[in-house]
């Protein structure tokens, strides 16, 4: 999908202010409106300003914005990074569009949230303050283990001239054992101000895992690579790993082949009920940088005379 630089969309720097990209909007809006304009293509343009005006007139999406787009130009390939809006603090519990069909594909792959089971904003007649959301990082240890951790929330706010400025929050989160990414901790009072005295808001941090060297997550269970020897591999053995929890011990089957998956039941996230653990197999081979190892390999060569891993690809 392409970049869209909502900025040239509506003819402003990106350093404008709240009240000039307002000011371009309304100005942009009564020329393409459908309804009274002669231009061509006045429909798709109006849309465009439309959309370019919702992102950037919300603090919160356009500092989001600007942080994902800030190395892309108008037309080059895009696609959110990975996340990109991680640390985040968003008013309310669903940020960005909610699939309205006139936003086009990069909004929606760049605002559209799936924010399960935190809420919206409450009715405007309840004096509750509204809550937010964010996304946060933990260490896959932290699930396995449970954890006190300290978070920087980055929140973006508005200064007096209408420029938007970020600020750090910090916060105290107690992360429970065993959960998983996306799902959702609420901080409950840490939202918005309630309004005439009414209580706050609550804050909902939703769960990814920071990437690791070792360890890759896919729901409950957790993967790794292990390498082995080609004699652990054809005969078989008990090696010892590290696991997210600790030092285990693996038995191989003899006749193993690389890729082969070995499950460790239940030893993925301890969650009701836990997800296993599963040891992807490589072969390592030894370097035959002496002269002993080059003998031991042409010995290995004339045991095996007849071996052909290429066997397969012959016609």
Known sequence: ????????????????????????????????????SKEPNAEARFKDVAEA??????????????????RHKNGQDFSPPPGWDSGFDFGGGDFGGRGNSSHSDFFDALFRRQAAGARGPRPPEHATGSDHHAKVQIDLKDSYQGAHRSISLRVP????????????????????????????????GQGNPGHGGGPAGDLYLEIEFAPHPHFRIDGRDVYFD??????????????????????????????????RKLRLKGKGIPCAPPGDLYAVLSIALPPADTAPAQDAYREMAKSFGDFNPRRSLEA
Do not use: C
């Open 1 to 36: 999908m392409e970049f869209k630089d909502y900025y040239a969309m509506l003819g402003v720097e990106r350093t404008a202010t709240q009240d000039q990209i307002k000011r371009a909007y309304r100005k942009l809006a009564r020329k393409y409106h459908p309804d009274v």
């Open 53 to 70: 005006y919702e992102a950037l007139s919300d603090a919160a999406k356009r500092v989001a914005y600007d942080d994902a787009g800030s």
């Open 157 to 188: 706010q508005m200064d007096a001239s209408g420029h938007l400025t970020m600020q750090d929050r910090q916060l105290e989160v107690n992360i429970p054992k065993g959960i998983r990414a996306g799902q959702h901790l609420r901080l409950a």
């Open 226 to 259: 292990v390498p082995v020897s080609p004699w652990e591999a054809a005969l078989g053995a008990s090696v010892a790993v590290l696991t997210p929890d600790g030092s285990a011990q693996l038995t191989l089957p003899s006749g193993s082949s690389p890729g």
